[in-house]
């Protein structure tokens, strides 16, 4: 599976972006992710989907903020980012698994990063 995520670029704080990803191919058992990773700090879960279900799941820090949607026609994951803030600024990624685990080390493959800068 390969993966390529964009979509990133610069922002106000209070506005919105929305990342995509672009999955090379779809199948029930995978569930794609979206991550951050900021200067200096460890690389973070944000949310996943499940191919099958479509149910999503949300790590508290963006719940409620972040959408994350999936087209099955495209074969794409996006990732609706509202109300960003400064602390937003990351690299981010997307990524596959067939694990049912969140954690970083579950998921085996990975596309490149996109850089979102949010400024006050």
């Known amino acids: 599976v390969q993966l390529q995520a964009s979509g990133g670029g610069l922002v106000q704080a209070g506005g919105s972006l929305t990342l995509s990803c672009a999955v090379s191919?779809?199948?029930?058992?995978?569930?794609v992710g979206w991550f951050r990773q900021a200067p200096g700090k460890n690389r973070e879960f944000l949310a996943r989907i499940p191919w099958s279900t479509g149910y999503s799941y949300y790590a508290d820090s963006v719940k409620g903020r972040f959408t994350i949607s999936r087209d099955n026609a495209k074969n794409t994951v996006d990732l609706q980012m509202n109300s960003l803030k400064p602390e937003d600024t990351a690299v981010y990624y997307c990524?596959?698994?067939?694990?049912?685990?969140?954690?970083?080390?579950?998921?085996?493959?990975w596309g490149q990063g996109t850089l979102v800068t949010v400024s006050s």
């Open positions: 191919r779809r199948t029930s058992t995978y569930a």
């Open positions: 990524a596959a698994t067939t694990s049912s685990r969140n954690e970083i080390s579950a998921y085996d493959y």
